[in-house]
């Protein structure tokens, strides 16, 4: 995973300035998945924090880009390049749309370690997570 630490050209330049998507162990960017994209912290003017894989070597990456380099990759003719969830800020994106909040649930994290009764009581830890659900008929569960 890689970062950038300065995101603006040196000198008195405006212009926003990203690292390049790019895969260096393929040395290409024809194989990039966008995972998520976020603001960054503290926030800049048109620069994103992107995280994505190469699915060509299995890599993943994660820094900062202008809005215009991250949709140069997502905007790419032809069939997507991966199947899955794109997480943009707070929505996450499925078949091109946003999925949409189809209830909630609570559930218990203790597993039984152990088919034999114990004699100490067990305290239960629950989370608490949200559906979300897509018009194709995905599904997933986030913690809420």
């Not at 290409?28 to 998945?33: I, P, S, V």
């Not at 899955?84 to 749309?97: D, K, M, R, T």
Request: net charge negative; aromatic share 6%; hydrophobic share 30%.
């Amino acid at each position: 995973m890689s970062t950038i630490s300065h995101a603006h050209r040196p000198g008195n330049s405006r212009q926003p300035y990203g690292q390049r998507l790019w895969c260096p162990r393929c040395r290409t960017d024809q194989h990039l998945a966008i995972d998520a994209i976020e603001q960054p912290s503290p926030p800049e003017q048109e620069l994103v924090e992107v995280s994505y894989t190469c699915v060509g070597c299995d890599f993943l990456y994660a820094h900062a880009a202008t809005v215009a380099q991250a949709a140069a990759i997502l905007n790419r003719p032809g069939p997507a390049r991966t199947p899955g969830i794109l997480q943009f800020g707070g929505a996450y994106i499925h078949c091109g749309e946003p999925m949409h909040t189809a209830g909630s649930d609570e559930h218990s994290i203790y597993a039984p370690m152990s088919t034999e009764q114990s004699s100490e009581p067990v305290l239960d830890v629950y989370l608490r997570t949200r559906v979300l659900k897509c018009s194709c008929g995905f599904q997933m569960e986030i913690p809420d």
